[in-house]
């Protein structure tokens, strides 16, 4: 293993794309609580209303990837960044005119959040393929760490000061707070100047989808983490948000208890980024794989009973497990697969990795309900036990190294 010294935020491009996107991971965790309270507090809003609302930007996010992918390959993806970031924030800027105006037609509040989900779909596969462009490939690993850090700082004020803002300013003018974060990010990358990508044949959208998946099927460790990841994703999404607060109601105090529990993940999170940006195994797919039974370890506490400080630790070496996990794939990616492909194949990583989420939701509370939320839990926790480690069966992820190029 070898180390490296992250100067990254003394080079103006790599600065201008950290606080952008730091910038606009803080309106990403801003924004849902305004969404969430304002939307409610509408004259005869319920439940229905806020779930058609996040269904209106979760359709598109997944749906519209796969194009967002061959659009992040077309065209310069700072631009594509930028056009992203402004669309969130024209989305975002409706939602408060409307929360403000005390008229919000479902209609109009299901199209804002479906042009936010687009701007998602849009943005993901091209920050994945911008990075490259930033920095060289010696310094992809610290990149992808330091976004990270910046990525979860944000995602902590956001959440904190988000809350703040409903309660002190009201729901509209946080979510006009939270239009504004994406401007300023728009504003930041629009800066950033990438270029142009390299010149290839023009082909249909079609033709550029199948040769963006021909290029994610054709390598085996590729594949085999996604699939692993799919798995991953649907078991941590269950116990978050449904089987962990419900036995967090049960013996661990309730929403503060909880609360705790997260917090810890998320410290977990941010701290492991030390490690990140210092070490670099010569294998790291097979590390990311050896790191994913720490992902169990909260719901093992969980499902068995433990005492909140243990299940707050096994949370904060979940947390560490999932960002050291997210950075070296990342980081893998950005390495092995041709520039003019990235975005599509990001695109592909990011469908099959989310695909088994709302499904994993959905069975958790009906496991909850009918054999009980520990079992539940521990069950959950043993496919992500096989699902981790899974991609080792394959000599890919086993032997695939690191091509920083620096050792």
């Avoid at 037609?105 to 490259?132: D, K, Q």
Wanted: aromatic fraction near 6%; hydrophobic fraction near 55%.
């Amino acid at each position: 293993m070898t180390t490296a010294s992250p100067h990254l935020l003394r080079q103006q491009r790599f600065a201008l794309l950290f606080t952008g996107r730091t910038i606009s991971m803080f309106g990403n965790a801003f924004g849902p609580i305004a969404i969430a309270f304002g939307v409610l507090a509408l004259p005869g809003a319920t439940a229905a209303t806020l779930s058609a609302v996040l269904a209106g930007h979760a359709v598109p996010q997944l749906g519209l990837m796969l194009l967002g992918g061959v659009i992040g390959d077309r065209l310069p993806r700072h631009r594509v960044l930028v056009a992203a970031e402004t669309l969130s924030g024209l989305a975002f800027a409706a939602l408060a005119v409307m929360l403000l105006a005390g008229r919000a037609p479902l209609v109009l509040l299901v199209a804002a959040a479906f042009v936010a989900g687009c701007a998602s779909a849009l943005l993901l596969p091209a920050l994945t393929g911008v990075v490259p462009e930033v920095v060289g490939r010696e310094q992809l690993r610290s990149a992808n760490a330091l976004l990270r850090l910046g990525g979860n700082t944000a995602n902590i004020g956001g959440i904190a000061l988000g809350g703040a803002a409903v309660v002190l300013l009201g729901p509209g003018v946080a979510l006009a707070v939270d239009a504004a974060t994406y401007f300023i990010a728009a504003a930041l990358l629009a800066a950033l100047r990438t270029g142009a990508p390299a010149p290839r044949a023009r082909k249909r959208v079609w033709a550029d989808l199948r040769e963006g998946f021909r290029e994610f099927a054709g390598r085996q460790w590729l594949w085999a983490v996604v699939a692993s990841a799919a798995f991953l994703n649907a078991g941590t999404a269950a116990t978050f948000t449904v089987l962990g607060p419900v036995l967090a109601g049960d013996h661990l105090g309730g929403a503060a208890g909880w609360s705790l529990i997260l917090a810890a993940f998320t410290a977990g999170m941010l701290l492991s980024v030390l490690a990140a940006l210092r070490v670099r195994p010569t294998r790291p797919l097979r590390t990311a794989a050896l790191v994913t039974p720490l992902l169990a370890a909260p719901l093992a506490a969980l499902g068995f009973g433990a005492p909140l400080v243990l299940t707050a630790a096994a949370a904060f070496c979940a947390g560490a497990a999932f960002n050291v996990f997210s950075v070296l794939w990342e980081t893998t990616l950005q390495q092995r697969v041709p520039g003019t492909a990235l975005a599509r194949v990001t695109s592909c990583n990011y469908v099959v990795a989310l695909s088994l989420k709302p499904i994993g939701i959905y069975l958790a509370g009906h496991a909850a309900t009918g054999v009980g939320a520990g079992p539940a839990t521990l069950a959950v926790g043993a496919v992500l036990l096989v699902a981790g480690l899974a991609p080792l069966a394959s000599r890919q992820v086993r032997q695939l190294t690191d091509q920083s190029g620096d050792e």
